[in-house]
């Protein structure tokens, strides 16, 4: 709307004009008007009838100048008047506008289920809605005027919040979006999720913020509710699978020890009765570890070795899990391909692979086994990050049914299977990803309908210039010394003491930390190695660990426990020490007894 200059309000100048013009056309009259009768007419008595005529005529033309100047600026004082009466009703129409528009605000403010609230260039409140003070518990006296910062927000979130208000407000660019807490009259803490905008003058001056707030508060709760509802049911997914799998362990195990007790004469048969107990242990050892390495909790003991040997030493045992009427097909690289891994879990992701695979043909088919290395410039991971160099490559195909868009977007989630209850553990995939996770690797998944399925696990190359491991399991030369040994499981106890007693050496067994100290304190002089439980009641090992370096600094302590690996980081093992994951083998727990006894310290 165009504005009206001061002196065009009341136009002053007009009467001024108007005199000023009639001075100059009179002044100009009389002295025109005398000159020529003086030059022209020398009678007086015609000089006197002229001059009244003449003075006529100057009373004639003056009316009719005044009667022109005073119409002319007439109507431009009515063309004035009528721009100031169009401009006063626009303006008046504007502000009706203008207080209509903030009555509708200031209603929809008040009646919206919302806190709202605004603050002025300093965060202080100008205004805020009777939800808000519903909801805090305040009247609108108390707050307005007050600082929102001081009045709301409870102590702990003053500079995060003041970050985002008064730096926003100071630089006019303020946080879109965002959530705290405000405190109640009472002390009691609302979560509100906000929408704030920054308010200005019509010069674009920042003036303050204005905001709008959803209390989640009771939304979260519920969340979480539902959060430990899901996470409930995927537990009792997961237990009636590892049920199903542990009860088909103890039953071979208890069906096997009976039959051994009733044919310890028939050394042959006793054998295969021990194997089979053997291998059911070690099933059971397998499914902890799934269960571990799936939370992403197992310690895992990486060593240099070949990735092809992993294959070849498996084939045996996968040929007969899949089935006759499954093929199996390896094509392995001409190459060594080195990679730091652990070979038990490798070998685990690839039983998982094959099963599936198998679970995947029904009427059979041909499951295929291909290892080699690739090379990546760049390459981008699901999870956004970038690697580079060269990688092992082991790819495990099917020629099953496929899987369908919907469920590879779920196919590595946890507990998601499409086997029923107590089919399987509900791990499957999920615990293939945490162990090639754990390696620092990733896996893909190539699959159509009806076209097969391929799994692509990428695995860091490790340098060549070392001698690649392979897997071999050499005997354990016997061995010689003392051996303090700490575990406070009775069985576990003799069966270890035994373990390491057939090895050749002298085991001093004890159940308590304080036992453990008396008996070294007696026997410090032979005990060379102590095998301590990392868990115990009363003194645990870190602590036995501690007295023991004050009596003998260069013992040599070997840490074990059966606890994952976050409750062992809680115990602030010593830096470097050497750790044996329970439950260990016997030629394993003598190899890695044998390997420390021979270091020096």
Request: glycine residues 8%.
């Given at each position: 709307?165009?504005?009206?200059?001061?002196?065009?309000?009341?136009?002053?100048?007009?009467?001024?004009?108007?005199?000023?013009?009639?001075?100059?056309?009179?002044?100009?009259?009389?002295?025109?008007?005398?000159?020529?009768?003086?030059?022209?007419?020398?009678?007086?008595?015609?000089?006197?009838?002229?001059?009244?005529?003449?003075?006529?005529?100057?009373?004639?033309?003056?009316?009719?100048?005044?009667?022109?100047?005073?119409?002319?600026?007439?109507?431009?004082?009515?063309?004035?008047?009528?721009?100031?009466?169009?401009?006063?009703?626009?303006?008046?129409?504007?502000?009706?506008?203008?207080?209509?528009?903030?009555?509708?605000?200031?209603?929809?403010?008040?009646?919206?289920?919302?806190?709202?609230?605004?603050?002025?260039?300093?965060?202080?409140?100008?205004?805020?809605?009777?939800?808000?003070?519903?909801?805090?518990?305040?009247?609108?006296?108390?707050?307005?005027?007050?600082?929102?910062?001081?009045?709301?927000?409870?102590?702990?979130?003053?500079?995060?919040?003041?970050?985002?208000?008064?730096?926003?407000?100071?630089?006019?660019?303020?946080?879109?979006?965002?959530?705290?807490?405000?405190?109640?009259?009472?002390?009691?803490?609302?979560?509100?999720?906000?929408?704030?905008?920054?308010?200005?003058?019509?010069?674009?001056?920042?003036?303050?913020?204005?905001?709008?707030?959803?209390?989640?508060?009771?939304?979260?709760?519920?969340?979480?509710?539902?959060?430990?509802?899901?996470?409930?049911?995927?537990?009792?997914?997961?237990?009636?699978?590892?049920?199903?799998?542990?009860?088909?362990?103890?039953?071979?195990?208890?069906?096997?020890?009976?039959?051994?007790?009733?044919?310890?004469?028939?050394?042959?048969?006793?054998?295969?009765?021990?194997?089979?107990?053997?291998?059911?242990?070690?099933?059971?050892?397998?499914?902890?570890?799934?269960?571990?390495?799936?939370?992403?909790?197992?310690?895992?003991?990486?060593?240099?070795?070949?990735?092809?040997?992993?294959?070849?030493?498996?084939?045996?045992?996968?040929?007969?899990?899949?089935?006759?009427?499954?093929?199996?097909?390896?094509?392995?690289?001409?190459?060594?391909?080195?990679?730091?891994?652990?070979?038990?879990?490798?070998?685990?992701?690839?039983?998982?692979?094959?099963?599936?695979?198998?679970?995947?043909?029904?009427?059979?088919?041909?499951?295929?086994?291909?290892?080699?290395?690739?090379?990546?410039?760049?390459?981008?991971?699901?999870?956004?990050?970038?690697?580079?160099?060269?990688?092992?490559?082991?790819?495990?195909?099917?020629?099953?049914?496929?899987?369908?868009?919907?469920?590879?977007?779920?196919?590595?989630?946890?507990?998601?299977?499409?086997?029923?209850?107590?089919?399987?553990?509900?791990?499957?995939?999920?615990?293939?990803?945490?162990?090639?996770?754990?390696?620092?690797?990733?896996?893909?998944?190539?699959?159509?309908?009806?076209?097969?399925?391929?799994?692509?696990?990428?695995?860091?190359?490790?340098?060549?210039?070392?001698?690649?491991?392979?897997?071999?399991?050499?005997?354990?030369?016997?061995?010689?010394?003392?051996?303090?040994?700490?575990?406070?499981?009775?069985?576990?106890?003799?069966?270890?003491?035994?373990?390491?007693?057939?090895?050749?050496?002298?085991v001093i067994a004890v159940s308590r930390g304080a036992d453990a100290l008396r008996s070294f304190r007696e026997q410090k002089d032979i005990i060379r190695l102590a095998i301590i439980d990392v868990i115990m009641p009363g003194m645990t090992g870190r602590?036995?660990?501690?007295?023991?370096?004050?009596?003998?600094?260069?013992?040599?302590?070997?840490?074990?426990?059966?606890?994952?690996?976050?409750?062992?980081?809680?115990?602030?093992?010593?830096?470097?020490?050497?750790?044996?994951?329970?439950?260990?083998?016997?030629?394993?727990?003598?190899?890695?007894?044998?390997?420390?006894?021979?270091?020096?310290?």
């Amino acid at each position: 709307m165009n504005q009206v200059q001061p002196e065009q309000h009341v136009p002053r100048w007009i009467p001024g004009r108007i005199v000023a013009i009639y001075a100059a056309v009179s002044a100009f009259w009389i002295f025109c008007s005398d000159y020529l009768l003086e030059a022209l007419v020398h009678d007086r008595q015609q000089m006197a009838r002229l001059a009244m005529v003449k003075g006529w005529l100057f009373v004639l033309v003056t009316a009719a100048l005044l009667f022109y100047l005073i119409r002319h600026y007439v109507a431009s004082l009515r063309e004035l008047n009528a721009d100031l009466q169009r401009m006063i009703h626009e303006r008046m129409v504007a502000e009706e506008a203008v207080h209509e528009w903030e009555s509708r605000f200031r209603t929809l403010m008040e009646q919206v289920h919302m806190c709202a609230v605004m603050l002025d260039e300093q965060g202080n409140i100008t205004f805020c809605n009777d939800f808000l003070l519903q909801l805090t518990g305040w009247s609108r006296e108390e707050v307005i005027g007050r600082s929102w910062l001081e009045m709301f927000i409870p102590p702990a979130r003053h500079e995060q919040v003041k970050a985002v208000i008064i730096q926003g407000l100071s630089s006019g660019n303020i946080a879109t979006h965002f959530e705290n807490e405000i405190l109640t009259n009472k002390g009691v803490e609302r979560l509100i999720v906000w929408n704030n905008t920054v308010l200005k003058n019509a010069a674009g001056a920042v003036i303050g913020c204005a905001s709008l707030g959803i209390d989640v508060t009771d939304h979260r709760k519920m969340e979480a509710q539902l959060l430990h509802s899901q996470k409930m049911e995927s537990v009792g997914t997961l237990a009636g699978g590892i049920a199903h799998d542990f009860n088909n362990i103890l039953t071979v195990i208890i069906s096997c020890s009976t039959l051994l007790r009733n044919r310890i004469d028939d050394h042959e048969r006793a054998t295969k009765l021990i194997d089979q107990i053997d291998q059911a242990a070690h099933r059971a050892a397998s499914l902890t570890g799934s269960l571990l390495a799936f939370s992403h909790k197992q310690s895992i003991a990486p060593r240099k070795m070949d990735l092809n040997e992993i294959v070849i030493a498996m084939r045996e045992f996968l040929e007969r899990i899949i089935g006759e009427d499954v093929v199996l097909s390896t094509t392995l690289s001409a190459d060594k391909i080195p990679v730091l891994a652990d070979s038990t879990q490798l070998e685990q992701v690839v039983m998982n692979l094959v099963s599936n695979a198998r679970d995947a043909m029904p009427t059979g088919g041909t499951v295929s086994i291909t290892t080699g290395q690739v090379h990546f410039d760049e390459h981008v991971l699901a999870d956004g990050s970038v690697v580079s160099g060269f990688f092992a490559l082991l790819k495990v195909s099917d020629t099953g049914v496929g899987i369908s868009e919907s469920m590879r977007e779920r196919i590595f989630e946890p507990f998601f299977t499409t086997k029923a209850v107590g089919k399987g553990t509900g791990l499957g995939l999920s615990m293939a990803y945490g162990i090639i996770k754990q390696h620092s690797g990733w896996i893909d998944l190539e699959s159509e309908i009806g076209q097969g399925s391929s799994f692509l696990i990428y695995l860091p190359v490790v340098g060549v210039s070392e001698e690649v491991g392979s897997i071999q399991h050499e005997e354990v030369p016997e061995g010689e010394g003392a051996i303090l040994l700490v575990e406070d499981n009775d069985q576990v106890l003799q069966v270890n003491r035994e373990i390491l007693e057939a090895g050749g050496y002298q085991v001093i067994a004890v159940s308590r930390g304080a036992d453990a100290l008396r008996s070294f304190r007696e026997q410090k002089d032979i005990i060379r190695l102590a095998i301590i439980d990392v868990i115990m009641p009363g003194m645990t090992g870190r602590q036995l660990y501690d007295e023991l370096m004050l009596l003998n600094p260069r013992l040599k302590v070997i840490f074990t426990s059966g606890y994952t690996a976050d409750i062992l980081d809680r115990q602030k093992l010593p830096q470097g020490c050497t750790f044996s994951q329970k439950p260990h083998a016997p030629q394993e727990l003598l190899r890695l007894v044998h390997e420390i006894m021979g270091k020096r310290r």
